[in-house]
C-alpha cells in the first residue's frame, strides 16, 4: 500500500496532536503538585521553588506502600489465572472442533456488552453470601470473571490466525495433543500474552468501582480505588491531592513503556513466519 506525502504528513500532524493532549493534563497535575500545599492553583503554572517534598507527604501519609502491595496482591492473583483461563478456553475454541463452540463463542461476546455497573449490585450480594466481602477476594473473583470473555476472544483470535499446517505437521510427527499447545501453540502465542498481561495488569490496577463498593477499608483497595481516600485526606490540599494521582498514575505508565513494543507486535501479529 503506497501512502502518499499529504497522507503521511497528515497522520503525523494527528499523532502529534494526540499525543498534546494526552500528556497536557499530566503536566498540568505535575504543576499544581509542585506547589506549595497550603495553595489552591489554578490552570497550568510553574513555581520558582518546586515543593518535591509533597511526593513525600502524599507516599507517606497515604500510605502508598500498602495500597501498592494490596494492588499487587490482586493483580498476583488475577492476571496469572485470567491468562491461564483464557488461553485453554481460545485455544479449544480456535482449534478444537468442540460441540458447541459457536454457541459458547457467542455467549463470550455478549458478556461484553455487559457493562460492570450493570453486575455490580448482584456482586455486592453474591461476594456478601460466599463471606468474603471486603476482602481482597472479593475483587479479584469477579475481576477474573468479568475479564473472561475479553481474554477468550482476544486468545480465539490469536489461535485462529495460527496456519493449519503448523498443528497437522506436529499430528504426523506423532504429537499429542498436549505436545502441540505447549511445543507449537504456546511459544507462537507469546506476543499475544503479552499484551493481553499488559492489558489485564493496566485494568486491575486502574480498577475503581469494584474496591470501592466491595471493600471498606481503603487501605486494602487496588490504589485506584483509594482515589477517594486520597481525596477525603487532601481535599483542602490540591497540591498533595495531585501530588498522590501521579504517584498512583506512574506504575501503569513505566509498565507500558518498558512493553510496549511486545503490546505493539501482538496488535500488528497478521501472520506466522515460517
Not at 498540568?28 to 521553588?49: H, I, V
Not at 490482586?74 to 485455544?91: D, E, K, R
Not at 490466525?161 to 497437522?168: A, M, Q, T
Not at 466491595?214 to 483497595?221: E, M, S, V
Request: glycine share 6%; with cysteine.
Amino acid at each position: 500500500m503506497i501512502v502518499n506525502k499529504t497522507e503521511l504528513i497528515l497522520g503525523r500532524v494527528i499523532l502529534i496532536v494526540v499525543l498534546v493532549l494526552t500528556i497536557i493534563p499530566l503536566v498540568n497535575m505535575l504543576s499544581a503538585a509542585l506547589q506549595p500545599a497550603d495553595t489552591n492553583p489554578t490552570g497550568l503554572t510553574f513555581t520558582g521553588d518546586p515543593q518535591w517534598i509533597n511526593f513525600v507527604t502524599a507516599f507517606e501519609k497515604g500510605n502508598v506502600w500498602r495500597l501498592m502491595g494490596s494492588s499487587l496482591f490482586i493483580v498476583v492473583f488475577v492476571v496469572p489465572v485470567s491468562l491461564v483461563c483464557a488461553t485453554l478456553a481460545g485455544y479449544a475454541l480456535g482449534n478444537l472442533r468442540i460441540p458447541g463452540a459457536r454457541f459458547l463463542f457467542i455467549f463470550f461476546i455478549l458478556g461484553l456488552t455487559i457493562p460492570f455497573e450493570a453486575l455490580i449490585i448482584p456482586l455486592y450480594y453474591e461476594v456478601q453470601g460466599l463471606g468474603i466481602l471486603n476482602t481482597q477476594w472479593a475483587v479479584i473473583f469477579p475481576l477474573i470473571g468479568l475479564y473472561m470473555p475479553f481474554s477468550v476472544i482476544w486468545m480465539r483470535a490469536h489461535f485462529l490466525g495460527v496456519p493449519s499446517e503448523l498443528s497437522e505437521a506436529a499430528r504426523v510427527d506423532g504429537a499429542s495433543r498436549w505436545q502441540e499447545f505447549r511445543s507449537i501453540q504456546l511459544p507462537l502465542a507469546r506476543p499475544a500474552l503479552s499484551a493481553l498481561a499488559i492489558l489485564l495488569f493496566l485494568w486491575t490496577w486502574n480498577q475503581f468501582l469494584l474496591p470501592v463498593v466491595l471493600i471498606a477499608d481503603p487501605l486494602n483497595r487496588t490504589v485506584a480505588g483509594a482515589l477517594t481516600f486520597f481525596q477525603g485526606q487532601y481535599s483542602s490540599s490540591i497540591p498533595l491531592l495531585n501530588a498522590g494521582a501521579l504517584i498512583i498514575i506512574v506504575p501503569t505508565i513505566l509498565v507500558f513503556v518498558i512493553f510496549q513494543r511486545q503490546f505493539i507486535q501482538a496488535l500488528l501479529q497478521g501472520a506466522v513466519k515460517g
